[in-house]
């Protein structure tokens, strides 16, 4: 009931603003990836600082009932519109651009288990409808999404996503001042190493006991979880660790995570120091993860990922990834708990190779500079 609400409400808006005059150097984006590796929010700095001659509005969360309907006008009147979610634009002589979040690992959509085909229809036709361009890194990028939400050739523009750009970034001293304001009583050094844990939504699991364990604090959700001995093990190696949990998995864990080498990365922190997730991805050192699609964009630093597949049959069950076998698809040590995590965090890395490979087959085109190939190709669009 709620969504088609809401669905009458964005309609009734596109009704009373069907008329208002286009801007064609107007920019607004529409942004529903908060602070986490947002291309929405990352293109948004970009064109701030390199092209004043853009008027540039950031606008979120999106998709919202709460926008006012002075912020509603604004985005009746952009000519080009980015979105990091479902396509979206008022009116037809407006251009939408869809950034979206990231190389999909996880099935979703017409390949998805768990999805309504009804419900991948519909998605398909507003995919056919409202967006015009679909920004891409490869052949591989494209026949994933296409054969997810249906999404035609002719709309990808091969021109990459502007949060990569994020990670090709100049070294700077963000690494040591994340560590000094996020954990208790830290000692760093040349030597000192950060990681980050950043694993998908497991709630999708549909598995009670594991929303337990990560409600208790148990944010591995392993069988063997012992916190003090993982930040002593964090301590004795010189590394830290950040947390980077799916929001409402963060709500959700009762716990409060801030040892002396554990601390978890909230959203609050990035806003005020406006950063995104990316900017500190860029500075760590090794990535744990599972079915996160994270993966594919931290293969740009060719640094270690470990993998905690301890979940692995229950997620190919209920919602299935696109590319397998997994085990070929992820170069990275797998790991099934704590202790193998542990001991592949201290193990030597063997492999940089397998990463390039990857790297070559999800990422086809020059690595940086995506935010200014995709301004200079909708230039050219605007000049048609």
Not at 23 to 32: E, F, P, Q, R, T
Not at 52 to 63: G, K, N, R, T, Y
Not at 89 to 105: D, M, S, T
Not at 211 to 224: K, P, R, T, Y
Request: hydrophobic share 40%; proline share 4%.
């Amino acid at each position: 009931m709620k969504n088609f609400l809401f669905k009458l409400y964005l309609g009734c808006i596109k009704l009373v603003l069907q008329f208002t005059k286009t801007d064609a150097n107007k920019y607004v984006i529409l942004n529903g990836a908060g602070r986490s590796g947002s291309n929405g929010f990352l293109f948004y700095k970009y064109l701030r600082e390199n092209h004043p001659e853009i008027s540039v509005e950031l606008v979120e969360p999106f998709p919202t009932t709460h926008l006012s309907f002075k912020t509603w006008q604004s985005i009746s009147r952009a000519k080009f519109i980015f979105v990091t979610h479902e396509p979206f634009k008022i009116k037809r002589n407006q251009i939408c651009v869809e950034l979206w979040h990231g190389i999909p690992l996880k099935r979703m959509g017409f390949m998805a288990k768990n999805t309504n085909p009804t419900n991948n229809l519909k998605t398909m036709k507003t995919w056919a409808k409202e967006a015009d361009y679909v920004a891409s890194s490869s052949a591989l990028y494209e026949s994933l999404m296409s054969a997810c939400v249906g999404i035609s050739d002719d709309k990808y523009l091969r021109v990459g996503f502007p949060r990569i750009d994020a990670l090709y970034g100049q070294a700077d001293e963000l690494s040591e001042a994340i560590i000094e304001q996020l954990f208790d009583a830290p000692k760093v050094n040349k030597q000192t190493k950060l990681g980050i844990y950043m694993p998908t939504f497991r709630f999708e699991l549909e598995n009670e006991s594991v929303m337990q364990e990560i409600s208790a604090g148990n944010f591995l959700a392993v069988s063997d979880f012992d916190l003090q001995q993982l930040n002593a093990f964090l301590q004795q190696h010189n590394q830290f660790l950040l947390v980077r949990l799916h929001p409402y998995e963060q709500k959700f864990m009762k716990q409060e995570l801030r040892l002396s080498n554990i601390a978890v990365l909230e959203d609050a922190y990035l806003v005020e120091h406006e950063l995104d997730l990316y900017e500190i991805l860029r500075v760590t050192d090794y990535l744990i993860t599972d079915f996160s699609s994270v993966y594919f964009d931290y293969l740009h630093l060719n640094k270690p990922v470990y993998f905690l597949a301890n979940h692995l049959n229950e997620y190919l069950a209920k919602r299935g990834i696109l590319l397998d076998p997994y085990e070929k698809v992820t170069p990275g040590v797998k790991v099934t708990s704590q202790t193998e995590l542990e001991q592949a965090m201290v193990s030597d890395d063997h492999c940089a190779a397998k990463r390039t490979e990857c790297l070559e087959l999800s990422y086809s085109i020059p690595k940086n500079a995506n935010s200014q190939r995709l301004f200079d190709q909708l230039i050219e669009v605007k000049g048609d």
